[in-house]
Nanobody
């Protein structure tokens, strides 16, 4: 299984970025796909997940600003990030899991850096 993220970069406060993750190597119909992030010196934290039928869960810190979406035919998951804040700066990781609460992760991507300047 391989997860490949793209779309990170540098953006000013209030700006937007869209992250994408392409998954390959198996069928992901029974899996949740999602995103975590890890800021420097901090633990990796949950951002959002989405199930096969489009049901999604968000961390409180990103609700109303981030939108997760999924294309089952292409095995991709995306994260539209709007109204970005400096505290959103982190390495963002794509994740695939069978756990609805994403307490255990079956597969991780390599990560993509998002930097929000103030």
């Amino acid at each position: 299984v391989q997860l490949v993220e793209s779309g990170g970069g540098l953006v000013q406060t209030g700006g937007s970025l869209r992250l994408s993750c392409a998954a390959s190597g198996r069928t992901f119909s029974m899996y949740y796909m999602g995103w975590f992030r890890q800021a420097p010196g901090k633990e990796r934290k949950f951002v959002a997940t989405i199930n096969w039928s489009g049901g999604s869960i968000y961390a409180d810190s990103v609700k109303g600003r981030f939108t997760i979406s999924r294309d089952n035919g292409k095995n991709t998951v995306s994260l539209q990030m709007n109204s970005l804040k400096p505290e959103d700066t982190a390495v963002y990781y794509c994740a695939v899991t069978k756990s609805p609460a994403a307490t255990t992760i079956d597969y991780w991507g390599q990560g993509t850096q998002v930097t929000v300047s103030s």
